[in-house]
């Protein structure tokens, strides 16, 4: 479970799990106090995690020993979260989604482009290769780690860039603090100048509402959930070796995603089952195990981050960050909300966008949770956000980066 070997110190995965719990709770403590954390909707997993990074950057600093660990029980909660978020889709919404998916698509494809000349412009204007900006663009911000991971060499063996890796995970892990700090507070601002609310009362996709009566869930309706879940999975797993022989590669999460999707809507209501229970769409119990597999997922990724590993590059990478930080900040605010509506429904995918924009498919969706856990359900956000960011970017992705590789 523990390893000391070379100056590291390696956590196994029942003990990165453990940790991930408690760095959950002392995110939720941390944010109980302060009311700044509170009011701008910044998400537990983030503050706890966060911190806890801080902590082993201090640990390396002053003790040269370097903190990893094995995240396998993270990944596994990734698919937990997004099968949940399938099985809560019902056909109407899916239909009701169809508009605003196509908008937000063709804006975030949009941004994507823009994006990526905004970062070539600054790495030149530092007199560094232009594939240095591409890294700090949609190959680490719209696409995140796994594809920072996946295109570095590439762009090392092509345009001879040395620390191509070492660039790309540096701005994967800074935006994804950039983007978990900014949905919350953009969501703030829009419901409050335009006082915007839900325009029914309905359950929340992810969690429970912050005030109120918490609803009462018995151990069979949560193991029924778990079996409902499981049942996805085998059928996503399925179907993820079907888009394996077709030529192409997805995230297990995704095919998931949509396994719940398909069963949710294609399987009768009335169908019989062992259990005894209904379909468990959008109940508390799902609910709440969608908001334990997320937290706990983001809480293991932002305390993982090695920072040390970041220091020596942090000039450029801050000013491509920067620039690329005021951009979804203002298509945000000016494209996508009113894009989207100006409604309730638009604030809540704009608190997503950040995710899109700067982080990752969970940022976007811990964004969301904190925020409709404060004002009320956005079961249209929670819809059109992952099919946008966790398929459709990155199919744009692995068209635009050899496009703009190929212009160099």
């Known amino acids: 479970m523990l390893e000391y070997a070379n100056n590291t110190l390696l956590l196994g995965p029942f003990l990165t799990f453990t940790l991930g719990i408690l760095v959950l709770f002392v995110g939720k403590r941390i944010n109980e106090n302060v009311a700044f954390l509170r009011e701008f909707s910044i998400p537990e997993p983030v503050t706890g995690g966060l911190l806890f990074s801080l902590l082993t950057l201090l640990v390396y600093l002053f003790a040269n020993v370097s903190i990893s660990f094995e995240l396998q029980a993270r990944d596994l909660l990734l698919v937990y979260f997004f099968t949940t978020i399938g099985i809560n889709a019902s056909l109407s919404d899916l239909l009701k989604g169809g508009k605003p998916l196509i908008i937000l698509l063709v804006v975030t494809i949009g941004y994507m482009f823009f994006q990526n000349v905004l970062g070539v412009t600054i790495a030149s204007l530092f007199g560094l290769p232009k594939p240095v900006g591409l890294l700090g663009s949609s190959v680490s911000l719209m696409g995140g780690h796994g594809t920072a991971i996946a295109w570095a060499p590439k762009i090392s063996e092509a345009h001879g860039i040395a620390n191509a890796m070492e660039i790309g995970l540096a701005c994967a892990t800074f935006g994804l603090i950039l983007a978990s700090l900014m949905g919350g507070p953009i969501a703030k601002l829009l419901i409050n100048r335009y006082s915007l609310k839900p325009e029914e009362v309905e359950p929340l996709d992810v969690g429970t509402k912050e005030n109120g009566q918490q609803p009462t869930i018995t151990s069979m309706q949560f193991l029924d959930c778990i079996l409902a879940i499981h049942l996805c ?176």
């Open 233 to 408: 999975i085998l059928f996503g797993l399925g179907l993820n070796e079907l888009v394996k022989q077709a030529g192409l590669e997805l995230p297990l999460f995704v095919t998931c995603l949509f396994a719940g999707i398909l069963i949710t809507n294609l399987v009768p209501s009335s169908l019989p089952r062992i259990t005894g229970l209904p379909w468990p769409t959008r109940t508390p119990t799902i609910a709440l195990i969608a908001e334990v597999s997320l937290g706990t997922f983001l809480a293991m990724s932002l305390m993982s981050m090695q920072l040390w590993t970041l220091v020596e590059m942090a000039g450029p990478i801050m000013a491509i960050l920067g620039g690329q930080f005021l951009l979804a900040i203002c298509v945000t605010l000016f494209i996508v909300f009113p894009a989207m509506g100006r409604k309730y429904d638009a604030a809540v995918v704009c608190a997503g966008f950040g995710g899109i924009a700067l982080g990752s498919t969970p940022t976007a969706m811990a964004n969301m949770s904190a925020v409709t856990k404060r004002y009320g359900a956005s079961h249209l956000a929670f819809i059109i956000v992952p099919l946008v960011c966790a398929f459709f970017i990155d199919l744009a992705n692995a068209l635009m980066i050899p496009a703009f590789l190929n212009s160099f």
